[in-house]
């Protein structure tokens, strides 16, 4: 279900931040990936005879644990010290944001908070931190983008001669 969550995000995302022009071939995109999700999903009912497979049956059973799922979001910011690179990147997204390069930060945050409210929601996983690996490829620019912006501030201006 995760899958379907960051697809549909980030699509939407993308349709939101696209020219006008380029919209009908996202909603191509959209409905193609909507195809290939239903054709699954109809697939797993016919074939298995359930909606959902049955990892996601056993590990979460319909219920939902956030207090389980915040332990294990904090166990993860602990374990990868978050607070030292997050404003890094909450800084290269600000900096792209006013340059005009909404791309990157808006699908960033269209996949990783969605996500991250759904790993929150069922509990986390029982492997180490495995559903948060998604984020690191996306908030790993932005975090090269915050230090070179926090670089260029906190170099001192060349005396002229």
């Given at each position: 279900?995760?899958g379907?969550l960051?697809?549909?995000a980030c699509?939407a995302?993308?349709?939101a931040l696209a020219?006008p022009?380029n919209?009908?071939?996202?909603l191509?995109s959209?409905l ?11 697939f797993r009912?016919?074939y ?10 056993a590990k ?11 332990a294990y979001?904090?166990?993860f ?7 030292l690179?997050?404003p890094?990147?909450?800084i290269g997204?600000r900096?792209r944001?006013?340059?005009g390069?909404?791309?990157l930060p808006?699908l960033a945050?269209?996949?990783v908070?969605p996500?991250?409210?759904y790993?929150?929601?069922i509990g986390?996983?029982?492997?180490e931190?495995r559903p ?8 790993y ?19 002229r001669?």
């Amino acid at each position: 279900p995760d899958g379907a969550l960051v697809a549909g995000a980030c699509l939407a995302t993308a349709f939101a931040l696209a020219e006008p022009k380029n919209r009908r071939h996202l909603l191509a995109s959209a409905l193609l990936c909507a195809a290939a999700v239903v054709a699954q999903l109809g697939f797993r009912l016919a074939y298995y005879g359930a909606w959902l497979p049955n990892t996601w049956v056993a590990k979460v059973g319909g219920e939902i644990w956030p207090a389980r799922g915040l332990a294990y979001a904090e166990a993860f910011a602990l374990e990868y010290s978050l607070w030292l690179w997050l404003p890094f990147a909450a800084i290269g997204a600000r900096s792209r944001w006013r340059r005009g390069d909404r791309a990157l930060p808006a699908l960033a945050a269209a996949a990783v908070l969605p996500h991250a409210a759904y790993v929150i929601a069922i509990g986390g996983d029982h492997f180490e931190y495995r559903p948060f690996d998604l984020y690191f490829p996306l908030l790993y620019l932005l975090v090269a983008d915050g230090r070179a912006v926090a670089a260029a501030q906190s170099r001192p201006a060349r005396a002229r001669c």
